[in-house]
């Protein structure tokens, strides 16, 4: 991964987010349900539904049933009003007219779920550095190549700092710093918002309540800095991590091979055709024996048969197949 080229994407992507930000615009799920109920008046019209649904399928891979009307309903409102739209007609009149990058950001930030919190689900986590981290140091000690870890909707930096804490605990417990240097975390997501919060590393009070159970609870006091209400995650953590933003709609082809692709409570909200072609990509990028880890609810079964599911401890993992 060329270091000096992320560090100044991440640059880029914190001064274009500072920019773009308004009062209008927010980045916490709570807030976002707050706007949603304070500003519903304006109404979808059945006729205006299938345009825009078909527009946030073009623009995320967000497949929005014919049942979810009141999602374009809270989550856009505030778009309207500030744009004086009437209808949701005119406002994609008008987003096609100007068709600005800005704008566009914009309607992807409001109808993404960034939903997420510490350590989700556990097991996973547990088993991550139980099994396969273990088997990591195993295969470094012979071998030149990094281990690269994707965390492919990233939201709000969770998922990929929560890898990154498990990692520096391994490491730290067995002195065993080379190994650190040795692994690489990329975390990307489509929503600029939820990035926003990821490379600022500042979380509050209700994201902090979230996923620090019991065997983590104590990578909140030892890999947090509190100061008042924010919690600024430690230095040392926040540089194991590089973000990005990347739609899973484009080509992978510009992000080299990983070891370990985390892909969570995402491909729930797309098309078949979708979830297709995107686990073909995932195969492709991996490298041979590599890992596949999707959410709970999630897998890959009815859209290819590349990986083979491995149990490591209680947990599925789907490992790319030779
Ligand atoms: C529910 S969150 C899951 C976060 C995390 N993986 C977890 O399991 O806690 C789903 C994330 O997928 C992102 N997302 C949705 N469509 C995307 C796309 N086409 N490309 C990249 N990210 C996308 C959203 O912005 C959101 O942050």
């Given at each position: 991964m060329n270091i000096v080229t992320n560090d100044l994407c991440v640059r880029w992507l914190i001064r274009l987010v500072k920019k773009k930000r308004s009062p209008?615009?927010?980045?916490?799920?709570?807030?976002?349900?707050?706007?949603?109920?304070?500003?519903?008046?304006?109404?979808?019209?059945d006729q205006d539904f299938p345009p825009l649904q078909e527009y946030i399928q073009q623009q995320c891979g967000i497949v929005l049933r014919d049942t979810q009307q009141y999602l374009l309903e809270s989550r856009l409102q505030h778009l309207l009003s500030m744009h004086q739209c009437g209808t949701f007609g005119e406002f994609l009149r008008l987003v096609k007219e100007?068709?600005?990058?800005?704008?566009?950001?914009?309607?992807?930030?409001?109808?993404?779920?960034?939903?997420t919190f510490w350590f989700r689900d556990s097991h996973p986590w547990?088993?991550?550095?139980?099994?396969?981290?273990?088997?990591?140091?195993?295969?470094?000690?012979?071998?030149?190549?990094?281990?690269?870890?994707?965390?492919?909707?990233a939201s709000m930096g969770h998922e990929a700092y929560s890898m990154a804490m498990l990692i520096d605990d391994f490491c730290g417990s067995r002195?065993?710093?080379?190994?650190?240097?040795?692994?690489?975390?990329?975390?990307?997501?489509?929503?600029?918002?939820?990035?926003?919060v990821a490379i600022s590393g500042n979380y509050d009070e209700m994201a902090m309540s979230r996923g620090f159970t019991p065997p983590f609870d104590g990578y909140r006091?030892?890999?947090?800095?509190?100061?008042?209400?924010?919690?600024?995650?430690?230095?040392?953590?926040?540089?194991?991590?590089?973000?990005k933003q990347f739609n899973l709609q484009n080509s992978f082809?510009?992000?080299?091979?990983?070891?370990l692709i985390c892909l969570r409570n995402v491909i729930i909200y797309f098309s078949d055709e979708f979830k297709r072609a995107l686990f073909k990509k995932i195969a492709q990028t991996?490298?041979?024996?590599?890992?596949?880890?999707?959410?709970?609810?999630?897998?890959?079964i009815r859209y290819t048969r590349r990986f083979r599911s491995v149990k490591l401890g209680d947990s599925v993992y789907y490992q790319l197949k030779e």
């Open positions: 209008d615009d927010t980045h916490t799920a709570s807030a976002k349900a707050r706007t949603d109920d304070e500003r519903m008046t304006i109404k979808i019209t100007k068709n600005s990058p800005v704008l566009r950001e914009k309607i992807v930030n409001a109808m993404t779920t960034n939903e547990q088993n991550f550095a139980a099994h396969l981290l273990p088997q990591w140091e195993k295969e470094l000690q012979n071998s030149l190549h990094k281990k690269r870890i994707w965390s492919a909707a002195h065993k710093c080379a190994m650190k240097n040795s692994v690489e975390i990329l975390g990307t997501d489509i929503s600029t918002s939820a990035l926003y006091r030892t890999c947090f800095k509190q100061t008042g209400k924010v919690w600024e995650i430690s230095s040392h953590i926040k540089k194991m991590v590089v973000f082809i510009t992000l080299d091979k990983f070891d991996l490298n041979p024996g590599g890992y596949l880890l999707l959410g709970a609810s999630e897998t890959p």
